[in-house]
T-cell receptor
Framework: GDSVTQMEGPVTLSEEAFLTINCTYT??????LFWYVQYPGEGLQLLLK?????DKGSNKGFEATYRKETTSFHLEKGSVQVSDSAVYFC???????????FGQGTTLQVKP | GAGVSQSPSNKVTEKGKDVELRCDPI?????LYWYRQSLGQGLEFLIY????????KSGLPSDRFSAERTGGSVSTLTIQRTQQEDSAVYLC?????????????FGPGTRLLVL
């Protein structure tokens, strides 16, 4: 079945460091791919998405490119801030299903 | 506009009791989803509604779990004879029409603790 694998956390970075959180997936057909973020004490919210191969999603300085050849959707940010500290979830949705399938989440802690 | 709302925000119950969790989707959204977030299992899909019908119930963990949606709006997730392993945060989400490319908008969740 479809699945998503994220890099293990927690990830601890200093402010202004470069961030990469790896995400790979297994799916039949052409899924849509999403990154959701959960800030401390808050609900899940969409960070960015890409719905077809080679699309790049971007928001708040974060970017991810839908790579079908490597089945990946890695999240990147050039310069993280303390306020980016949160749990990040990679997710996919298949074209013939209603459900989102989530990775296990990666906790990011940014220190001043 | 108003987002997805869920009630109660917290629920503590005793093992063996029944609980009902409520979800109010974003107005006009025809698709509604239930998920569960727990420490051991991460984020798991439970059920998907399109209007009042549930074309995908594949994530419901046992027959103690059921859900309904009425009037194409409010949904209720019912857990009968609760067990300690049911303790989790139950999340509801909605999207405009249910296509695979749409963003699902999540509510704040109901934190359920079964003693």
């Amino acid at each position: 079945g479809d699945s998503v694998t994220q890099m293990e956390g927690p990830v601890t970075l200093s402010e202004e460091a470069f961030l990469t959180i790896n995400c790979t997936y297994t799916a039949t057909g052409y899924p849509s791919l999403f990154w959701y973020v959960q800030y401390p004490g808050e609900g899940l919210q969409l960070l960015l998405k890409a719905t077809k191969a080679d699309d790049k999603g971007s928001n708040k300085g974060f970017e991810a490119t839908y790579r079908k050849e490597t089945t990946s959707f890695h999240l990147e940010k050039g310069s993280v801030q303390v306020s980016d500290s949160a749990v990040y979830f990679c997710a996919l949705r298949g074209s013939n299903t209603g459900k989102l399938i989530f990775g296990q989440g990666t906790t990011l802690q940014v220190k001043p | 506009g108003a987002g997805v709302s869920q009630s109660p925000s917290n629920k503590v119950t005793e093992k063996g009791k029944d609980v009902e969790l409520r979800c109010d989707p974003i107005s006009g959204h025809t698709a509604l989803y239930w998920y569960r977030q727990s420490l051991g299992q991460g984020l798991e899909f439970l059920i998907y509604f399109q209007g009042n019908s549930a074309p995908d119930k594949s994530g419901l963990p046992s027959d103690r779990f059921s859900a309904e949606r009425t009037g194409g709006s409010v949904s209720t997730l019912t857990i009968q004879r609760t067990q300690q392993e049911d303790s989790a945060v139950y999340l509801c989400a909605s999207s405009p029409t249910g296509t695979s490319k749409e963003t699902q908008y999540f509510g704040p969740g109901t934190r359920l603790l079964v003693l």
